[in-house]
């Protein structure tokens, strides 16, 4: 007698993720209340399993959701609003003018609608995002039914949501305790950068992510000028003064990490520390290109982010991983340096695990949360493949992901988004936010 679940998909390849380097040949999964209960072949399981819902994928690879590490996803609505600057000039005479005008619940809210429906697009099912109001930023990714944690940023410098880092504290953590206990969207603590915050506010968001056991999350060593500047005020470099104050630890994500020395690896490794490798944002802005391969030899975790479509201008980890591979195998002149197994690793597991959500997605395995991606290779763009996982990430592209799973529960469908809102709702509001902008 076959046993009922919610759901099986027939892919013509799995790609756990987990054992690493593995591809299943016609292999199939079951699902029952958003989690895996069962991966084995295919005529196995059409004989033990009856489904509600049913997916023959016979040209597809079954991959785990990506996650995406690090973004500033209100910032899709600021999409090209300036390019072809270096990061202090983007910031300091265009986004935070604009944002200091525009900025707003309603502001937040609607950019993360449109930067959630471009990443679900696009296989992403989990991402790390920082950015004012963070409550409506919980809202639109509950809405969309994106798993997300949430960034309840901290400066010392008043903005439209908060005065100081103290009130940045306060109103997140109201936030947080609201949104507490929801199956998709958790919190992190995210002071923005060693140069945006002061050590009393650093010393505040340590003893809070402590306390409450929250992940951390923050930009450092993004340029050369952020280094010389931390020598200037604090007569050390970022990475020492975090250090310092006790930001170091496992549950850090530090973002970018351009340009560390060996002493700074081997202390990250030592630590246990996380790294959000966003190569797309970092060479558009001409910040360098962080030494990979190096931190992979340190035994550090690396995860991929797109950082904010204002710079990059794309929240696309397909592309995340191809740079990733090329700029590694470039900057060491080591073909081997990040084969392809490892950058769908960093863009699934990495990203998992320096979330604390390594438990539940990341990769495909018995138990874990059905956040799951489907990409097809069905085009002759994509043929011939002789190696489905070096095909994800030298030959494919978000426009062969064609359903999308989170927890169990579709979100893309044959490439269209299954969202209460519409495209054309969504072509409005960002319509709308540009007319303003200008």
């Known amino acids: 007698m076959s046993a009922a679940v919610d759901l099986l998909i027939h892919p013509r390849w799995l790609i756990p993720v987990v054992p690493d380097n593995v591809t299943l040949d016609r292999h199939s999964i079951a699902v029952r209340g958003g989690q895996i209960v069962a991966i084995l072949p295919q005529s196995e399981a059409r004989a033990r399993y009856q489904a509600a819902d049913e997916y023959e994928l016979p040209s597809h690879a079954l991959i785990p959701g990506l996650v995406n590490l690090h973004t500033h996803a209100a910032m899709s609505l600021m999409r090209g609003i300036s390019d072809d600057l270096p990061l202090e000039r983007w910031l300091g005479d265009v986004i935070w003018p604009a944002e200091s005008r525009h900025v707003s619940p309603a502001f937040v809210r609607d950019g993360t609608l449109l930067a959630a429906c471009e990443m679900l697009r696009g296989g992403i099912t989990t991402c790390n995002d920082m950015y004012f109001f963070p409550d409506d930023a919980a809202h639109a990714f509950a809405e969309t039914g994106m798993r997300a944690v949430v960034g309840l940023i901290v400066l010392d410098f008043p903005g439209a949501w908060a005065s100081d880092a103290d009130d940045y504290l306060r109103k997140g953590l109201a936030v947080r305790d609201k949104w507490h206990g929801h199956p998709l969207v958790s919190f992190a603590i995210a002071p923005h950068s060693p140069y945006a915050v002061s050590d009393a506010g650093m010393e505040r968001a340590v003893c809070l992510a402590a306390e409450l056991d929250l992940p951390i999350h923050i930009h450092v060593h993004e340029t050369i000028s952020e280094i010389s500047n931390s020598l200037a005020a604090f007569g050390m470099r970022p990475l020492?003064?975090?250090?310092?104050?006790?930001?170091?630890?496992?549950?850090?994500?530090?973002?970018?990490?351009?340009?560390?020395?060996?002493?700074?690896?081997?202390?990250?490794?030592?630590?246990?520390?996380?790294?959000?490798?966003?190569?797309?944002?970092?060479?558009?802005?001409?910040?360098?290109?962080?030494?990979?391969?190096?931190?992979?030899?340190?035994?550090?975790?690396?995860?991929?982010?797109?950082?904010?479509?204002?710079?990059?201008?794309?929240?696309?980890?397909?592309?995340?991983?191809?740079?990733?591979?090329?700029?590694?195998?470039?900057?060491?002149?080591?073909?081997?340096?990040?084969?392809?197994?490892?950058?769908?690793?960093?863009?699934?597991?990495?990203?998992?695990?320096?979330?604390?959500?390594?438990?539940?997605?990341?990769?495909?395995?018995?138990?874990?949360?059905?956040?799951?991606?489907?990409?097809?290779?069905?085009?002759?763009?994509?043929?011939?493949?002789?190696?489905?996982?070096?095909?994800?990430?030298?030959?494919?592209?978000?426009?062969?992901?064609?359903?999308?799973?989170?927890d169990g529960k579709i979100r893309v469908k044959n490439g269209e988004t299954l969202l209460q809102i519409s495209d054309n709702e969504l072509l409005a509001l960002a319509s709308l936010w540009q007319t303003r902008l200008v």
């Not at 020492?240 to 850090?252: T, V, W």
């Not at 558009?284 to 201008?313: C, E, F, T, W």
């Open 240 to 406: 020492a003064r975090l250090e310092r104050l006790g930001l170091l630890g496992p549950n850090l994500t530090a973002v970018h990490v351009v340009h560390p020395d060996e002493t700074e690896l081997a202390l990250l490794a030592r630590r246990g520390c996380s790294v959000a490798h966003c190569p797309v944002s970092n060479m558009k802005l001409a910040s360098g290109i962080a030494p990979v391969p190096a931190m992979l030899k340190h035994g550090i975790n690396v995860g991929l982010g797109s950082d904010g479509a204002a710079s990059n201008n794309r929240l696309d980890l397909f592309q995340e991983m191809r740079q990733s591979a090329l700029l590694a195998k470039a900057g060491s002149l080591d073909a081997s340096a990040v084969p392809a197994h490892v950058a769908l690793r960093m863009a699934t597991l990495g990203g998992a695990c320096a979330l604390g959500l390594d438990g539940l997605i990341g990769s495909i395995e018995i138990g874990k949360r059905a956040d799951l991606c489907a990409v097809a290779f069905d085009s002759p763009l994509t043929a011939p493949c002789f190696d489905p996982i070096s095909h994800l990430v030298y030959v494919c592209g978000r426009q062969q992901v064609s359903y999308v799973w989170v």
